[in-house]
């Protein structure tokens, strides 16, 4: 009883909160670094307006609602302190707002973080009632076959798959139709990259936006579903490992190389060959291309991950990369006129009309191997100093190489790859093939074993509005071919090791010997 | 510690008494005055989208033809339906009205919303009911008041509340994009929603002069100026015209 009224008098009027040993949060000095630092993207006034705003998706946050995507409050709830501190911190992965905990003081983010408050009324409300929710621990387990089939069952039941996609890339049947709630469209995300959940790849984040749901966008909340016994907290759990195991195990490291091991026989021309399943692959992130008009703020593809393998004449590379369609698909005209309206372009580009694009991946390469580190420019080479390229398309499906003289002058070469690709629920795979040595030396690379061999890469979704310069691109890395290795490498370290053993034997024998024989001592 | 928990709960009990006594809403006067009219509706009527619902084959089995958008929706007898009207102002600064206990009901049946357009009181409880028994999400793009976005994927009735006026909040669901549904939170009870003759009635108005005003989600909103004493009945009939 004295418990309840105690409980009843705390929620009435919380108890006076007691001098805090920090300094005050000062929205003076808070708004001096957010004119400095945030006002470029979120705008003066914090309706998320600011000059680089149109050319984000998503767009810049919009303060004056009090509406935050990642919080551990309930649905509709405004953000606790904590909640703000670790979006200013952290960042948001997966979007333009970088964390600033490396590059802010901490007084400088604790008063921003009141000033930002200041944009909305909800926060001065004190009738808004700003709780964290209690979360469980993850039960134990989540790895486990059942448990990811019981999450695997709630997946469909709850209904995930209706924007998710059946394998959780983004492409379910109500994803073309999505827009928050300034009417913008919004991708739900690629349940496949976590390192790009805006809240936080790990389970107990997935499991919080779960509860929460995202506001602002068309995620809801799951947290009535335990209250009227649809799902046990457990069940949300093992939703959340399931969703967490589609995921690799950890973020995927950048690396330069692309080694490709030669294997004996011939090299797998299908992307679905069980030889693949053997072989590393490595990610490659792409960015927008922003350097020459027309430019392109928002890349569909985040990246591809990337196979190699050769058999002394011939190199099949295997790339694949996460799209939530197969273009030109009808369904997504709509959502990529609305795209085409959200992100500006610049002033060449024609006006924004959508158009049934394929999807295209291009793979690039110096057309010389290079004796130095002096490369060609990355972006599609120049008018001098072409490059290489391996180009495919969704629609007409086909494979064909060229050489790139600058984004605007392909010339297409009588050589081609061999390609093979499938599509398969939010994902292409691509398998490249061509000889090691060719007769057009000329124009096309001369792939040689043990060299660092220059290659980039690009990708378009059609459906995102992407041709032309409106792509994604990477940087220069490297595949190398590995040689066989050469029987010596595996001999000489056994010789050494004999070697050793038998001068230690000697060594032993001789101490043995001496030993055996009594000592002469001079008495 | 007994005799603390006694006096605490008897401050407490006090506290609320006086809190409920200050309260005490003025009850409208019995009868009161009538507002009613019609909604007219001129000029040519928009062609609605047909919905494509083969995603959902739950849904498409329970229209007989391809259902329509219902952003306009012109009666037979040529009045809108769909339109909110309601008291905008002229009650006294003093004048509250308590929530009605009942719920009001906003049902997903066949992937729409029922009823499209309705009104609620500050407190009421929304009774948000998924008869279809498919995943559904609800979200409420409230601007005066907290917003939220649940989910139903089952049939389920979760209920909400709204803490303070606001003409209108627009209701979504993001599975299924056509589906819209608009809901206007008063502190009163004077609204009402045009229905399928294309009229309205608000009852039981105390005397006074008030500004009425009619809102449609797609042709916006028009007021009139209406004064009621006794318990007469004013007629303030609205027109609406196709672009």
């Known amino acids: 009883m004295i418990s309840a009224l105690l409980l009843l008098a705390l929620r009435a009027a919380p108890f006076p909160i007691p001098h805090s040993p920090f300094p005050v949060q000062d929205t003076v000095k808070g708004k001096a670094v957010y004119v400095k630092w945030c006002a470029g993207c979120h705008g003066d006034g914090g309706a998320g307006d600011g000059a680089a705003a149109a050319y984000m998706l998503p767009r810049p946050r919009n303060f004056t609602g009090g509406l935050y995507k990642i919080r551990t409050t309930a649905s509709g709830q405004l953000p606790t302190d904590a909640d703000l501190e670790r979006a200013i911190d952290e960042g948001l992965p997966g979007s333009a707002m970088p964390g600033w905990k490396g590059r802010l003081s901490q007084a400088e983010r604790r008063d921003v973080r009141a000033y930002i408050k200041t944009f909305s009324s909800f926060f001065a409300d004190t009738s808004q009632h700003v709780v964290a ?6 039960p134990g387990g989540g790895t486990s076959v059942a448990a990811l089939k019981v999450g695997r069952q709630f997946y469909d039941s709850i209904g995930c798959r209706k924007c998710h996609g059946d394998q959780g890339r983004g492409d379910g049947p109500s994803a073309p139709t ?11 995300a690629d349940l496949h990259q976590n390192w790009r959940f805006r809240g936080g790849g790990s389970v107990e984040d997935i499991y919080r936006r779960l509860r929460t749901g995202l506001d602002g966008t068309p995620m809801p909340s799951f947290a009535d579903l335990i209250d009227q016994k649809f799902l046990t907290d457990e069940e949300l759990w093992r939703l959340a490992q399931y969703v967490r195991s589609l995921s690799p195990k950890t973020a995927p490291e950048v690396r330069d190389v692309v080694h490709a091991p030669q294997i004996p026989g011939t090299v797998p021309v299908s992307p679905d060959d069980s030889a693949w399943s ?38 099949a590379l295997r790339v694949s990369w996460d799209d939530r369609t197969e273009s030109p698909d009808t369904a997504w005209l709509k959502f990529e006129q609305r795209i085409l309206e959200t992100v500006a372009g610049d002033d060449s580009a024609p006006g924004p009309k959508a158009e049934p694009w394929p999807d295209q991946l291009a793979v690039e390469f110096p057309s010389h191997l290079p004796q130095g580190m002096e490369r060609p420019y990355f972006l599609m080479g120049a008018a001098t100093d072409p490059v290489y390229q391996w180009r495919w398309t969704s629609r007409p499906r086909r494979a064909f190489a060229g050489l790139a003289r600058g984004i605007e002058r392909f010339d297409t070469l009588p050589g081609a790859p061999a390609g093979e690709a499938t599509y398969e629920r939010g994902e292409w795979r691509l398998v490249l093939t061509r000889a090691l040595a060719t007769s057009d030396t000329a124009n096309e690379v001369q792939l040689e074993a043990g060299r660092a061999i220059p290659m980039a890469f690009f990708a378009w979704d059609g459906s995102s509005g992407e041709h032309g310069s409106r792509m994604a691109v990477s940087t220069w890395y490297f595949l190398a ?41 001079n008495v | 510690m007994r005799k603390l928990g006694a006096v605490v709960a008897t401050g407490v009990v006090l ?17 009161g005055g009538t507002i009613s009219g019609k909604v007219k509706f001129t000029g040519a009527k928009p062609a609605m989208p047909k919905i494509d619902m083969s995603e959902e084959p739950k849904c498409k089995a329970k229209y007989q033809g391809v259902p329509t958008d219902e952003a306009v929706v012109v009666n037979a007898n040529g009045t809108l339906a769909n339109v909110f009207v309601y008291v905008k102002s002229g009650l006294p600064a003093s004048y509250t009205a308590p929530a009605p206990a009942g719920p009001v009901t906003l049902d997903q049946d066949g992937c729409r919303y029922h009823p499209h357009v309705l009104g609620i009181q500050v407190g009421q409880a929304l009774a948000i009911k998924n008869s ?5 999400n609800i979200k409420a793009k409230a601007k005066a008041n907290r917003p939220f976005n649940i989910s139903q994927p089952t049939v389920m009735t979760s209920t909400k509340t709204f803490d303070k006026p606001e003409v209108m909040v627009a209701l979504e669901c993001n599975v299924h994009g056509w589906m819209h549904a608009w809901l206007g939170v008063l502190p009163h009870s004077f609204f009402g929603v045009s229905g399928g003759d294309g009229s309205f009635t608000l009852k039981g108005l105390p005397p006074g002069t008030y500004t009425i005003e009619a809102w449609h989600e797609t042709y916006g909103t028009q007021t009139a100026t209406v004064t009621v004493a006794g318990s007469e009945t004013k007629t303030a009939d609205f027109s609406f015209a196709g672009k």
């Open chain 1, 178 to 188: 999505l827009k928050d709630d300034a009417d913008f469209p919004i991708f739900a």
């Open chain 1, 133 to 138: 929710l209690k979360f469980s621990s993850p």
């Open chain 2, 132 to 136: 279809d028994g498919i995943l559904h």
């Open chain 2, 15 to 31: 506290a609320l008494a006086l809190a409920a006594w200050t309260r005490q809403p003025v009850a409208p006067a019995q009868g």
């Open chain 1, 481 to 521: 071919l590995d040689r066989p290795t050469p029987p010596g490498v595996f001999i000489s370290p056994v010789l050494a090791m004999l070697a050793t053993l038998g001068l230690g034997l000697v060594v032993v024998r001789r101490a043995q010997r001496r030993g055996a024989v009594p000592s002469h001592r």
């Open chain 1, 278 to 315: 053997r072989v590393a692959r490595s990610w490659f992130p792409l960015v927008g291309q922003v350097i020459h008009k027309s430019r392109w703020f928002a890349p569909a593809v985040a990246g591809v991950w990337v196979q190699a393998l050769h058999d002394g004449k011939t190199l």
